[in-house]
């Protein structure tokens, strides 16, 4: 699986093991920075994998990028009988396979807080997010909080662990995908589902769990303009986001509605 990695110098393993064969055998030590928005995992076709939205050190996280193993660059591969894209049949394979690369590949490659590894996820790459990725490994990770933009899916497998104090927020637009505006407020609703078992209250699910489809955009157009200025626009306030004071064409990410363009309107419990 290829990847890509924007940490300062200082931070990577051969960098910090000094002289002798380029750091030759040498373990990662615990760093002081945690990871990026990303482990970012990009729509399909890759777009934003090759963009590197989060690319640079922000809000004490650094950037890393995943790019899927599938041909077609798809999270969770693709079924030929489906056309609605949200079949994903190599979802429990390819977030078992980045499990294997954030636990043993990169702390080969550069030092981190593992108690620190944050996601975003962009289209396709939220269905594995959200689909696969959280609800399997989110607790053995530690995950701190994710971003899901412009995609979402119910867990499609066995929930493994306690995920309920994962802070979450949903992002998407007024006239996003038809079928990711029915499946997105499925995995809005099936995560408080999670919360709510594990005995959490409205208000902590409220704090735990934003969502927002405010902005005026097509599919993933968060600043109502364009694909990848949109998801850089996320990127870019990936840390806000989770710390609830950001806002995203002046709507505030606190906002728990998520509202599309058709009918069947999604509301959160009110605080």
Known sequence: MR???????????????GAGAAG???QARAGNLGINASVLFHGDGGQSFFDFPNQGVNNNLMGVALLSPDPQLRWGGSDPNDNTGLVRPDGPAHSAAVNQLLTQVLPQVVNFDPTQVFMEG???GSLLLSGFMLPTFGASLGVPGAVIGCGGLPPQVAVQGDISNIRIHWQSTVNDLPDLQTSIPQAISAYEKIATDAGLSTTQINQLQTADASPNGGHCEFDEKD??????????????????NAALNG?????????????????????
Not at 3 to 17: M, T
Not at 255 to 261: A, G, H, Q, Y
Not at 262 to 269: D, E, H, L, Q
Request: proline content about 5%; some cysteine; charged content about 15%.
């Open 3 to 17: 990847f890509k990695v924007s940490a300062p110098s200082s931070e990577l393993v051969a960098a910090s093991a």
């Open 24 to 26: 030759a055998g040498t």
């Open 122 to 124: 962009v289209s396709g």
């Open 227 to 244: 694909f990848v200025s949109g998801v850089q626009l996320l990127s870019d306030n990936f840390g806000q986001i989770l710390a609830g």
């Open 251 to 271: 709507v505030t990410v606190t906002n728990v509605r998520c509202r599309f363009s058709k009918p069947g309107v999604f509301n959160k419990p009110s605080k």
